[in-house]
């Protein structure tokens, strides 16, 4: 949620934001109507509802005819401020659900545009070559006894699966290394639930324009969340926040219902419905969390590296930022069967956005409450297996461990197995 007072101090920001996301800027002069006249209706009622107590004094004082007029007259302001209170709560209404559709300023530096204007600010590593034919990563998972998509589809529909064998040790090892970085770099590590209420969801800002992507159990009136930045987010809902940063990691699945992606990435576990992820999530001084935007980054890049796999880095362009982030970096590691990057990594931050939602206070030098700023990154996930499996797959099948992962899997090599 944007911030009012800022929103009248500095309207055209609010407008460029807008325009760098391809989205509406004459919601800003809605927006700052409705303020004006919530405004006035909550003074014109307050203003009313003083006469109203200031009377009830004279007419107690009264007697006879002149008690009569003050009495009906104090029944008149008695509907007046009825009518006002009414007022100022309805305006109150609109002016909440107008607002809560509005996405976060971005910040400063983002590249304006869609999804293909992304920015690509660095490039590590050099595209894998071979002196021999790659194979993609679902035909090295499958004769590796790894995964097996066949009897998820059976089991579970389309874009489920199952790890198997060394496909479920190389998640274990690659999701445990992931915690072992973030545990040595400070972070508390998390378990958090993956079903939450209706105002984690929404307070994270995934129930807004992705609200298509959320799995929903109706009965319960919850949700399977789409990544644990929403439980992480949640954890200090409607808390002051004694000592910043806080940060914290989590190992959780994640659901998605994948909608509008039909055709897309329909052949191994690039796309699915149900995949594992160790996030990242820090609460911070609003003014630290840019600098802490890009710790976020570098700690992705350490880990990355750690897997030993080429990648480069980008920008994310406005229109391609989710509601609640105000800046996005991602990190796309080679595929060499697809002969391009794919996301691997994605670190947001979210400004003061999802905190003002979710009711997450901090106290600032003057003993104010001010909501604090949230931050969320990917540290490893699945889809990195298909990244790890085409970068280092060998002539005969095999596929080489990065020296970081053979303490957690117990081998160097990942040998096909015989059908």
Not at 129 to 140: I, V
Not at 250 to 261: H, K, P, V
Not at 367 to 393: D, F, S
Request: glycine residues 8%.
């Amino acid at each position: 949620m944007i911030d009012l007072r800022a929103l009248r101090e500095d309207p055209e920001r609010l407008r460029a934001s807008q325009r760098a996301r391809g989205e509406d800027d004459g919601v800003v002069d809605r927006l700052l109507d409705l303020d004006g006249r919530r405004r006035s209706a909550l003074t014109s009622f307050e203003q009313l509802r003083a006469e109203q107590k200031s009377f009830g004094k004279s007419v107690s004082k009264a007697q006879g005819d002149e008690r009569q007029a003050l009495l009906a007259r104090a029944k008149e302001l008695a509907q007046q401020v009825k009518e006002r209170e009414a007022e100022a709560d309805r305006l109150g209404e609109e002016l909440d659900a107008l607002i809560k559709g509005v996405p976060n300023l971005i910040e400063e530096g983002a590249p304006p545009g869609g999804e293909q204007d992304y920015v690509v600010l660095e490039h590590v590593g050099e595209p894998t070559a071979f002196d021999f034919e790659p194979k993609d990563h679902l035909e090295l998972g499958e004769s590796l006894g790894a995964i097996d998509m066949e009897r998820g589809a059976k089991v579970s529909g389309a874009r489920f699966y199952y790890l198997t064998g060394v496909g479920a040790r190389l998640q274990y090892a690659l999701l445990n290394l992931a915690m072992e970085q973030a545990v040595a770099s400070g972070f508390v590590p998390m378990y958090p639930p993956v079903l939450v209420k209706p105002e984690a969801m929404e307070g994270t800002g995934f129930l807004g324009a992705h609200a298509a992507e959320v799995y929903q159990l109706p009965q319960e009136e919850l949700y399977l969340v789409g990544t644990s930045e929403v439980p992480l987010a949640a954890f200090h809902m409607n808390e002051i926040v004694d000592e910043l940063p806080r940060r914290y990691v989590a190992w959780s699945s994640c659901f998605r219902r994948e909608a509008g992606s039909y055709g897309k990435d329909t052949r191994g576990i690039i796309r699915v419905h149900q995949f594992d992820k160790v996030e990242m999530f820090s609460y911070c001084d609003p003014a630290d969390s840019h600098a802490e935007h890009l710790r976020l980054l570098e700690w992705e890049k350490e880990m990355l590296a750690k897997v030993e796999i080429p990648y480069r880095v980008i920008d994310v362009a406005a229109g391609d930022l989710g509601a609640s982030a105000a800046r996005k970096y991602d990190c796309e590691a080679w595929v060499p069967t697809q002969n391009t990057y794919r996301e691997v990594t994605s670190t947001s931050n979210c400004t003061e956005f999802q905190a003002r939602r979710l009711a997450v206070r901090y106290r600032d030098a003057d003993g104010k409450n001010q909501p604090v700023a949230t931050l969320n990154g990917t540290l490893a996930t699945t889809r990195w297996m298909v990244a790890i499996l085409e970068n280092h797959q060998q002539a005969d099948g095999s596929v080489r461990v990065p020296k970081a992962l053979q303490k957690f899997l117990g081998l160097e090599v990942l040998e096909p197995v015989k059908r």
